[in-house]
């Protein structure tokens, strides 16, 4: 065996200089794109008043699930505005959100294809398999590679890594309506597209719902390493306080990396189960117009 | 394509030629061999034979039940109806319109102008109210939002669910739940409706309360409906034709009575055995040509010949037409006898019971229990047309052969000889007429 060695690695460095070299344009557009995106949301959520986040946070907090989360939501945010750390958290939110709002506007569709035909779901699942698995560090190289040191490649780092769960979960929620719904549209003339809009993804959303709320937490689990590329945010924070072993840094930073999860994930997942979230106001609203409707 | 605007009334609005549905590697060969006559387990390495070969038509207005155990292919039949899935071999034309290997359109357009179905489960749309579901259909017509609330509305009221309309199925139970599915169909205003095991998911008493409603509903809008039931009690209740099936294949297609008097083999045979006869034989199938009648010009002493000679207690009377007057009864005809009179008129009472040729035998049983002469059966002008003595009525909810004879002891024949011989009035006797 010696001497045997497939030069993948030489494979994949080929092509990503050639990628480099020859499309220099469109990775030139990606991080003007994607640069400005959450720049642009960093700047708008740092320059209105701190008091205005945590009110509107809190009341989609209730909106979505209950005046107990809009509690925890005020206490949250304070700890993160009393650690100091309030900057880099907006940076570490707007970084999430884009890159979660991208994850899902790819892996939605991705999804209802699979969930349609075979093949493509055949094709799709050990490319998510790589895309899952691959160690998040690993997709720096080639990021920074094409987009030099920054937020760019911390965002695209942190599609890649959390797009998988949105597209099997929206495959899942799709597949697993009852088979008799579905055939209920088509007997009543409904066309793929009718059906599609009309029973599946209404009956696929607590799925899909579940799946986005996956997206968003790999997204967050990937700040850390968006700061290794040096993404400003709470990433960079924790990077700089393992390299000079700064453990109260280290501490505040990583505390508001959690708030910031367990937020996002109560509002996402009550967003899955609305139903149940009888103290949201969404749910008292409606509970307020059913009983005018039926006196 | 369409030819429906020039067909004749009484042209089937369904009609089923050959139709077989094969699954598996090699649908066509198995549907070929299949309707060859090999059966379901020699092409088991092969694929599924579901449907083999079935051919009917379905008149406007008719109920037409398809029969059979799970496993029998009455649902992949019924789902061929509407082009869910596509035969194999064979054709099906609804209102002249091939759907066969019709285009993606073409079914489409068939679906929501001429079929509609109800399904086993519901299949209602969870996140929708009780109106939109209804609604739904009429959505996929594209007809306006007010117009199809207001037509929505109209068969939610039909249906029985007025108050219930922005309610979620989820709120409702499981009757109520069908009643939208059926108001869903009902809304789509199609001529034909597909009625998937409708009521097998209800508990007992609701869908003897829904196979009503259905038969009400479909008396008051005309529908012709297909239903598919494992139930053989439903399909004899709600059919005007039941097809029988079995590994695939329609083994029987016929009325109620045929499939239960005149079963076409031991199969069929074996499964009317456990049905409720009382509620499918109706007094016309098993009534009897009445001979305990005399006419109401005749005397006491014809009445008292007639009962003598059918061992009876008691005789009809029946005026012109053979329309029913009332009964005689011994006793009193022996009084009449000794008072030495020769008219009945004064003697006759009124029937204790008639009954329709229509009523089934189950609402025969308390009238017969009552009434000392077999039941008289009397058609829309009072005319007596059959008589069921109690023991026919007992006869016919077994598969024995049918005995006859009455069961209410009468006077000894030997009583009634002595008294006829003792006060004979010979002028009147002979006058009078047995009928």
């Given at each position: 065996m010696?001497?045997?060695?497939?030069?993948?690695?030489?494979?994949?460095?080929?092509?990503l200089n050639?990628?480099?070299a020859?499309?220099?344009?469109?990775?030139?557009?990606?991080r003007t794109?994607?640069?400005?995106a959450?720049?642009?949301l960093?700047?708008?959520?740092l320059?209105v008043?701190?008091?205005?986040i945590?009110?509107?946070?809190?009341l989609?907090g209730?909106?979505?699930?209950?005046w107990?989360l809009a509690?925890?939501?005020?206490?949250g945010?304070?700890l993160?505005?009393?650690?100091?750390v309030w900057?880099p958290?907006m940076?570490?939110l707007?970084?999430?959100?884009v890159?979660?709002?991208i994850?899902?506007?790819?892996?939605v569709?991705?999804?209802i294809l699979?969930?349609?035909?075979?093949?493509?779901?055949?094709?799709l699942?050990?490319?998510l398999d790589?895309?899952q698995t691959?160690?998040?560090y690993v997709y720096l190289?080639?990021t920074?590679?094409?987009?030099?040191?920054?937020?760019?490649?911390g965002?695209v780092s942190?599609?890649?890594f959390?797009?998988?769960?949105g597209v099997?979960?929206?495959?899942?929620?799709?597949?697993?309506?009852d088979?008799e719904?579905?055939?209920?549209?088509?007997a009543?003339?409904a066309?793929?597209?009718q059906?599609?809009?009309?029973?599946?993804?209404?009956?696929?959303?607590?799925?899909i719902?579940?799946g986005i709320n996956?997206?968003?937490?790999?997204?967050?689990?990937?700040a850390?390493?968006?700061?290794i590329?040096?993404?400003?945010?709470?990433?960079?924070?924790v990077?700089?306080?393992?390299?000079t072993?700064?453990?109260?840094?280290g501490v505040e930073a990583?505390?508001g990396?959690?708030v910031?999860?367990?937020?996002?994930d109560?509002v996402?997942?009550a967003?899955g189960?609305r139903?149940?979230?009888r103290?949201?106001?969404?749910?008292?609203i409606?509970r307020?117009?059913?009983?005018a409707?039926?006196a | 394509?369409?030819a429906?605007?020039?067909?004749n009334?009484?042209d089937?609005?369904l009609?089923?030629?050959g139709?077989?549905?094969a699954f598996g590697?090699?649908?066509?060969?198995?549907?070929?061999?299949?309707e060859a006559?090999?059966?379901?387990?020699?092409?088991?390495?092969l694929?599924?034979?579901?449907?083999?070969d079935?051919?009917f038509?379905?008149a406007p207005g008719?109920?037409?039940?398809?029969m059979?155990l799970?496993g029998?292919g009455?649902?992949?039949?019924?789902?061929?109806?509407?082009g869910l899935?596509?035969?194999?071999?064979?054709s099906v034309?609804?209102?002249?319109?091939?759907?066969a290997?019709?285009d993606?359109a073409?079914?489409r357009?068939?679906?929501?102008e001429s079929v509609s179905?109800?399904?086993?489960?519901?299949?209602?749309l969870p996140h929708?109210?009780?109106l939109d579901?209804?609604?739904?259909?009429?959505?996929?017509?594209?007809?306006a939002?007010?117009e199809?609330l207001?037509r929505a509305?109209?068969v939610v009221?039909?249906v029985?669910?007025n108050?219930?309309e922005?309610?979620?199925?989820?709120?409702?139970?499981?009757g109520?739940q069908q009643?939208v599915?059926?108001?869903r169909a009902l809304?789509?205003d199609?001529?034909?409706l597909l009625?998937d095991?409708a009521?097998s998911?209800?508990?007992?008493?609701?869908?003897?309360?829904?196979?009503?409603?259905l038969?009400?509903?479909q008396?008051?809008l005309?529908k012709?409906i297909v239903?598919i039931t494992h139930d053989l009690?439903e399909a004899m209740?709600l059919g005007?034709?039941i097809a029988?099936m079995?590994?695939g294949?329609?083994v029987q297609?016929?009325?109620p009575e045929d499939?239960?008097?005149?079963?076409?083999?031991?199969?069929?045979a074996q499964?009317?055995q456990?049905?409720?006869?009382a509620?499918?034989?109706?007094a016309g199938n098993?009534?009897?040509?009445?001979?305990?009648v005399?006419g109401?010009?005749s005397?006491?002493r014809t009445?008292?010949?007639?009962?003598r000679?059918?061992?009876a207690?008691?005789?009809?009377v029946?005026?012109?037409?053979r329309k029913l007057?009332g009964?005689?009864?011994?006793r009193?005809?022996?009084r009449?006898?000794?008072?030495?009179?020769t008219?009945?008129?004064?003697i006759?009472?009124?029937t204790?019971h008639?009954?329709?040729?229509?009523?089934?035998l189950f609402?025969l049983?308390v009238?017969a229990?009552?009434?000392?002469?077999?039941?008289?059966?009397?058609?829309?002008r009072d005319r007596?047309?059959?008589?069921?003595?109690?023991?026919t009525?007992?006869?016919a909810?077994?598969?024995?052969?049918?005995?006859t004879g009455?069961?209410t002891?009468p006077?000894?024949?030997n009583e009634?000889?002595?008294?006829?011989?003792?006060?004979?009035?010979?002028?009147s006797a002979?006058?009078?007429?047995?009928?």
């Amino acid at each position: 065996m010696e001497g045997f060695r497939i030069p993948i690695g030489e494979w994949a460095a080929t092509a990503l200089n050639w990628i480099k070299a020859n499309l220099d344009g469109l990775l030139e557009f990606i991080r003007t794109v994607l640069g400005g995106a959450v720049d642009g949301l960093t700047d708008g959520l740092l320059g209105v008043p701190i008091i205005g986040i945590v009110v509107v946070a809190a009341l989609i907090g209730w909106t979505v699930r209950s005046w107990r989360l809009a509690l925890g939501t005020v206490v949250g945010f304070g700890l993160i505005l009393g650690m100091d750390v309030w900057t880099p958290a907006m940076q570490t939110l707007s970084l999430v959100l884009v890159a979660t709002l991208i994850a899902i506007a790819v892996a939605v569709p991705l999804g209802i294809l699979a969930a349609r035909n075979d093949t493509v779901s055949a094709a799709l699942r050990p490319v998510l398999d790589f895309m899952q698995t691959m160690p998040a560090y690993v997709y720096l190289i080639p990021t920074v590679l094409f987009f030099s040191i920054g937020v760019v490649p911390g965002v695209v780092s942190t599609i890649i890594f959390a797009l998988p769960p949105g597209v099997r979960l929206t495959e899942l929620g799709i597949r697993s309506v009852d088979p008799e719904k579905v055939e209920a549209g088509q007997a009543f003339g409904a066309t793929p597209g009718q059906i599609l809009r009309g029973v599946q993804l209404p009956l696929a959303s607590p799925t899909i719902l579940s799946g986005i709320n996956q997206v968003i937490m790999l997204a967050l689990s990937m700040a850390v390493v968006a700061g290794i590329a040096g993404a400003p945010g709470l990433g960079k924070e924790v990077v700089a306080a393992i390299s000079t072993l700064n453990i109260g840094q280290g501490v505040e930073a990583g505390l508001g990396v959690v708030v910031l999860a367990v937020y996002l994930d109560r509002v996402t997942s009550a967003l899955g189960g609305r139903a149940q979230n009888r103290g949201s106001l969404l749910s008292i609203i409606a509970r307020r117009r059913a009983h005018a409707l039926a006196a | 394509m369409t030819a429906s605007s020039s067909s004749n009334p009484s042209d089937p609005i369904l009609s089923v030629k050959g139709l077989s549905k094969a699954f598996g590697r090699r649908p066509k060969e198995v549907a070929k061999r299949a309707e060859a006559g090999a059966t379901r387990q020699e092409l088991a390495s092969l694929g599924t034979a579901a449907v083999i070969d079935a051919s009917f038509d379905v008149a406007p207005g008719e109920i037409f039940v398809v029969m059979g155990l799970s496993g029998s292919g009455k649902s992949t039949l019924i789902r061929t109806l509407n082009g869910l899935l596509a035969p194999t071999s064979g054709s099906v034309a609804i209102a002249g319109t091939e759907i066969a290997g019709a285009d993606a359109a073409t079914l489409r357009r068939v679906r929501r102008e001429s079929v509609s179905m109800v399904f086993q489960h519901f299949a209602l749309l969870p996140h929708r109210t009780v109106l939109d579901n209804a609604a739904y259909a009429l959505e996929l017509q594209g007809v306006a939002k007010e117009e199809r609330l207001r037509r929505a509305q109209r068969v939610v009221d039909v249906v029985g669910l007025n108050g219930w309309e922005q309610k979620l199925p989820s709120e409702l139970s499981g009757g109520m739940q069908q009643r939208v599915g059926l108001a869903r169909a009902l809304a789509a205003d199609t001529p034909i409706l597909l009625m998937d095991e409708a009521f097998s998911a209800l508990d007992p008493l609701i869908r003897r309360e829904m196979q009503e409603q259905l038969l009400e509903l479909q008396a008051e809008l005309g529908k012709t409906i297909v239903f598919i039931t494992h139930d053989l009690n439903e399909a004899m209740f709600l059919g005007d034709r039941i097809a029988v099936m079995r590994d695939g294949r329609i083994v029987q297609i016929g009325t109620p009575e045929d499939i239960l008097t005149d079963p076409a083999n031991d199969y069929v045979a074996q499964f009317v055995q456990d049905v409720d006869r009382a509620r499918v034989l109706t007094a016309g199938n098993v009534m009897e040509r009445p001979l305990l009648v005399v006419g109401e010009g005749s005397g006491p002493r014809t009445a008292l010949k007639a009962m003598r000679d059918g061992y009876a207690s008691a005789v009809y009377v029946t005026g012109r037409d053979r329309k029913l007057v009332g009964v005689v009864r011994d006793r009193d005809a022996m009084r009449l006898v000794q008072k030495g009179e020769t008219s009945l008129r004064s003697i006759i009472r009124p029937t204790p019971h008639a009954v329709s040729a229509d009523d089934v035998l189950f609402d025969l049983f308390v009238p017969a229990l009552e009434s000392e002469v077999p039941l008289a059966v009397t058609d829309e002008r009072d005319r007596l047309v059959g008589v069921i003595p109690r023991v026919t009525l007992l006869a016919a909810l077994g598969p024995g052969t049918t005995a006859t004879g009455e069961m209410t002891i009468p006077v000894p024949a030997n009583e009634i000889d002595e008294l006829l011989a003792e006060s004979a009035v010979p002028a009147s006797a002979a006058n009078e007429e047995v009928r």
